[in-house]
């Protein structure tokens, strides 16, 4: 079974301070994306990572994947409230996504 | 509106009733998907078909569900015998072969 864990589960931060959201599995993957989704909502794609060791960046966050394709990071700069939700790592497995545990970020002004 | 949808949104049920959802995926994409979501957590993949077909189901998948695609557009996913346990969010998505995903809203299924 491919289980890929995502810490921290939960984050409550300020707004303007930085994070990391962190994803890893055992298992390797073809590529890893990246999802974010409010309450009430599906998730909704952010990045989709394919080589080892690739780093893309959409507006303040940074996303990066392990030289292994095992794990991968997501970083966000200077939070703002509008960033609140839970953020899903998925490992594309065999025609399927393999969604990660979450980690639910709440940003207050 | 072109994205996936899904219906009902909410559904509150009383336990050992059957009930049925709909989805209706993105006109061109041959692909869609079922995936369940419990609060706080990652969706968890339950089956998916490739046009008409259904190619992969998972071991969470019991014999009381089953998903159907008939002229490969929409889906319906049945839930026969409902458990208190079956509460979740269930989400549909489409796609065409590369592997990104469009999600719909999701159906809230509360089990009384």
């Known amino acids: 079974t491919q289980l890929l864990e995502q810490s921290p589960q939960f984050l409550s931060i300020q707004e303007g301070e930085n994070l990391t959201v962190y994803c890893n599995s055992s298992?390797?993957?073809?590529?890893l994306q990246w999802y974010r989704q409010e309450p009430g909502e599906g998730p909704v794609l952010l990045v989709t990572?394919?080589?080892?060791?690739e780093v893309k960046k959409l507006k303040r966050l940074t996303f990066q994947f392990g030289d292994a394709r095992k794990d991968s990071s997501l970083h966000i700069t200077a939070a703002q409230p509008g960033d609140t939700g839970l953020y899903l790592c998925?490992?594309?497995?065999?025609?399927?996504?393999?969604f990660g545990t979450g980690t639910r970020l709440l940003v207050s002004p | 509106d072109t994205g996936v949808s899904q219906d009902p949104r909410h559904k509150i049920t009383k336990r050992g009733q059957n009930v049925t959802f709909r989805c209706d995926p993105i006109s061109e994409h041959n692909r869609l998907y079922w995936y369940r979501q419990t609060l706080g957590q990652g969706p968890e993949f339950l089956t998916y078909?490739?046009?008409?077909?259904?190619?992969?189901k998972s071991r969470l998948l019991s014999d009381r569900f089953s998903a159907e695609r008939p002229k490969g557009s929409f889906s319906t996913l049945e839930i026969q015998r409902t458990e208190q346990g079956d509460s979740a969010m269930y989400l549909c998505?489409?796609?065409?072969?590369?592997?990104?995903?469009?999600f719909g809203s999701g159906t809230q299924l509360s089990v009384l």
């Open positions: 990572v394919v080589t080892g060791g």
């Open positions: 298992s390797v993957f073809s590529s």
């Open positions: 078909f490739q046009n008409e077909a259904q190619l992969e």
């Open positions: 998925a490992g594309v497995s065999i025609q399927k996504l393999v």
């Open positions: 998505a489409s796609t065409t072969y590369n592997e990104k995903l469009f």
